[in-house]
């Protein structure tokens, strides 16, 4: 078979690489608009209808639900991809650690996520003046706010309106209420002054338009939602978008390496084919990144040419800098209380009911920026792991009888005691904000290292500083109060200097950005405060690249909305004819 | 779609996946890579997860003699009751000899400890484990059963049954028949409406009136 580039003759107005939340949204908001679109995607097609891993039971699992290579999260996750990807390798500086998580699919990574959906607040935007550390971000909440409330309106979030200065309220749907395990967190947190609020989830406890159903309480949304009562770009952005006509998605087509001509301006993408390992080329007049923080900055970096010789809207140095993920630690136990209790169905929502925004100032405390806190337990559907250890519990708490057992055991007591002690476990994991720092980043691997499409690889170099641990430290004596205050028992999780206190390694929370950061100097930062780069005015990068800093919220509802604002910009070049 | 609509479609989707909102086929360049219907699992899987599945139950691991020792064991640790079957009943081995095959990390401590087993048997009744009379056999189990009264020469024995517990427990209440006996209620469609009165009372809790108040209801719509 002949090797020739093979070029698609159509000229699209935009060519969007990826379609997660950031290139889902662009694609949603251009097509509306009547710009011609071609989004390409790294994995396959995926439509939570058809691909239903929903209201299954656990033994149609071989592995009840366990996790694999492919599917980390379990059998029945969403998602595809995970932090190791057969043939598509990545490599650290000696020392350092950085886990980089993937989901090639439509959709992306909107596909596993916890629909925790939350707005900057001011001082997010604003680190650097409240503290002296990292960079401001050029732009503020009054900016990004129009835009949370339109993402609010399209896509649907419930919350309540509790005036938080820092945790704006958004247009809230109705919240579900709290579980009971949520209503003892509730008693002890709010007693020890630690806030307990109703979550805020992108998921529909109201019927919002006719392509969606509203949410039945399954708890299953990592699973994906046959009707679409939960966002995830696939069905909320991607599928809206190609009913306008104006839109064509390239699934399994990989991104290698953005075009530009003599003049510096790009030209178009090429792609490697999953299926047949050809390159394609894509012509666009705009090309908009939004392959994931990481994944866009290495597209940059492969993307050198005589215009562009440090790798494409590089001429700053910054690309691949700054990347920061949330920081996180966890525990949790028992709730000896609730052994024996009575069954109903708690499934609810996916994920928590209820939560803890950031309630303390750092002037009084050693370490710089919060945390939140998310709560988890009850009668959840078993799966693999389920019963695992009981010998730690049964021999320190008598059983339904009121007989205190040695631990372990076998026979018709031990299994009553699985029923018994089912349904009383609580847990807590604390997502913070790291500081942004020059010293993390990601490049291209020096030693040469390529992938399977012979696309050269990241190599990353990331360390946690004091100030990241000293907050995972507060996380556990946080965690640790509640726990006490509520007479739970610890049983696992609780961790102390000789482990960082349970920091995650970077990348183990799945937000990392800052990769692309915005800015008003061409020299500190790669794009602009419309997501365009400064060196080539005809490329955007919309994905969690261009954040400044990530504050301690899940960084999905801002993406979509930088992303909404980014498109009006497009939209607005092309008729002032920009472009 | 109206709710009840979407339940509908739901409930049909259980059954025969890809009846849901058809009219709305985007364009497509590339045909899906996974076909829910294919192969042995009821849940979508790409062609390349079935073929790994389909591998795995082909090949065998546990020999006869193993896996009859690994029955006998399970069902003694999980019996028949009054309120459900055993660990046998509800297919424990079977689950046993995949997830082994699935997680290979479990390969040795079981294969080992079977062996361990029968070695301890041989010593002391001159027979294996299963030939062993039924007081024999549970006299070995009480020796390593309970980890904090094990002797110090059993330690291997309760690293064994500790493991073999674990996926005895696992697969039994994530079974059909130890779902039903755990009394797990959910997996279904329905309105969570917040915890029965009865079991608030239970616990001195109530919702205060604002949460009363804001948190969702339901009128004929949804």
Not at chain 1, 48 to 68: C, D, F, H, I
Not at chain 1, 184 to 208: C, E
Not at chain 2, 123 to 137: A, E, L, P, R, W
Request: with cysteine; proline share 5%.
């Amino acid at each position: 078979m002949p090797f020739q580039i093979k070029e698609n003759p159509q000229q699209y107005d935009v060519c969007i690489v990826g379609s997660g939340a950031g290139g889902g949204m662009a694609a949603y908001i251009l097509t509306q608009a009547g710009l011609k679109v071609c989004v390409i995607e790294a994995g396959p097609w995926y439509d939570p209808a058809k691909n239903v891993t929903q209201l299954k039971w656990p033994w149609e699992s071989p592995r009840r639900g366990a996790g694999t290579s492919f599917r980390p999260f379990g059998d029945f996750d969403a998602a595809y991809g995970g932090w190791e990807l057969e043939g598509e390798p990545y490599t650290h500086v000696p020392g350092t650690q950085f886990d980089w998580f993937r989901s090639r699919m439509l959709g992306g990574r909107t596909n596993h996520w916890g629909r925790i959906s939350l707005r900057f607040g001011p001082k997010d935007f604003k680190g650097k003046s409240h503290d002296g550390l990292g960079e401001d971000w050029p732009i503020g909440y009054e900016d990004v706010s129009p835009y949370y409330d339109k993402v609010d309106d399209l896509i649907g979030v419930f919350g309540s309106k509790e005036g938080i200065y820092n945790e704006p309220d958004g247009k809230f749907l109705p919240p579900p209420k709290p579980r009971l395990h949520e209503l003892f967190i509730k008693k002890s947190a709010t007693g020890l002054g630690v806030p307990v609020i109703p979550s805020r989830l992108s998921i529909l406890t109201k019927k919002i338009n006719d392509d969606r159903g509203a949410c039945f309480y399954c708890s299953q949304c990592n699973r994906g939602c046959t009707v679409y009562g939960d966002f995830s770009s696939s069905s909320c952005l991607i599928k809206p978008a190609t009913k306008t006509n104006n839109l064509d998605v390239i699934v399994n087509a990989m991104a290698r390496e953005v075009l530009t001509d003599a003049s510096g301006k790009a030209t178009g993408v090429s792609y490697i084919a999953n299926d047949d390992l050809q390159e394609y080329r894509i012509k666009a007049k705009v090309v908009v990144l939004a392959a994931s923080a990481c994944e866009s900055a290495r597209l940059l970096l492969n993307s050198k040419s005589q215009a562009h010789p440090n790798g494409l809207a590089n001429s700053s140095n910054v690309v691949g800098k700054y990347l920061h993920d949330s920081t996180g630690s966890a525990l949790g136990g028992i709730l000896p209380q609730l052994f024996g209790r009575k069954r109903y169905n708690e499934d609810g929502v996916g994920g928590m009911h209820v939560y803890s925004p950031w309630w303390l100032d750092n002037k009084k405390l050693d370490f710089p920026r919060g945390y939140h806190i998310e709560y988890w337990g009850g009668m959840g559907m078993p799966g693999y792991g389920f019963g695992f250890g009981i010998q730690h519990l049964n021999g320190r708490y008598p059983d339904r009888n009121g007989q205190q057992k040695a631990g372990g055991g076998y026979g018709a007591s031990l299994k009553d005691d699985y029923r018994y002690f089912w349904g009383a476990s609580v847990g807590m994991a604390g997502r913070g904000e790291a500081v942004a720092r020059e010293t993390n980043y990601c490049e291209i691997d020096p030693n040469g290292v390529v992938d399977k499409y012979g696309i050269p690889v990241l190599r990353f170099n990331y360390q946690w500083s004091d100030y990241e641990i000293k907050q995972a430290k507060h996380m556990q004596e946080t965690f640790q109060e509640i726990m006490h205050k509520m007479g739970a028992v610890i049983t696992w999780g609780k961790a102390g200097a000789e482990t960082n206190y349970g920091l995650e390694a970077p990348g183990r929370i799945i937000h990392e950005v800052g990769t692309t950061r915005m800015g008003n100097d061409p020299k500190k930062s790669v794009v602009n405060k419309f997501n365009q780069a400064h060196d080539c005015k005809n490329l955007f990068v919309v994905d969690g690249g261009p954040f400044v800093s990530q504050a301690d919220k899940n960084p999905t509802w801002t993406i979509l909305a930088l992303s909404w604002r980014a498109s009006d910009y497009i939209i607005e070049q092309f008729k002032q004819q920009n472009v | 779609m109206k709710r009840r609509d979407s339940l509908k479609a739901l409930a049909l989707t259980a059954i025969s996946s890809g009846t849901l909102l058809q009219s709305c086929e985007p364009k497509q360049t590339a045909a899906p890579s996974s076909d829910a219907k294919a192969g042995i699992s009821s849940i979508d899987r790409h062609p390349f997860e079935l073929a790994r599945d389909q591998k795995l139950l082909t090949e065998k691991f546990f020999d006869d003699h193993e896996m009859n020792t690994i029955k006998v064991l399970i069902d003694i640790i999980i019996p028949k009751d009054e309120a459900s079957g055993s660990a046998t009943d509800a297919g424990v081995h079977d689950f046993i000899e995949f997830i082994v095959k699935d997680m290979p990390r479990h390969q040795l401590p079981l294969r080992g400890g079977l062996k361990w087993l029968d070695n301890q048997c041989l010593k002391n009744h001159n027979n294996v484990f299963i030939n062993c009379s039924s007081s024999q056999q549970l006299a070995l189990v009480d020796a390593i059963a309970y980890p904090e009264k094990a002797a110090p020469e059993m330690k291997q024995g309760v690293a064994f049954f500790n493991l073999l517990r674990d996926l005895t427990a696992t697969g039994f209440f994530t079974s059909e028949i130890g779902l039903k006996d755990l009394g797990y209620a959910g997996n279904k469609p329905n309105r969570w409406d917040g915890v029965p009165q009865d079991v608030l009372e239970q616990y001195g809790l109530s919702y205060d009136e604002r949460t009363l108040k804001e948190s969702v209801k339901w009128d004929d719509e949804g």
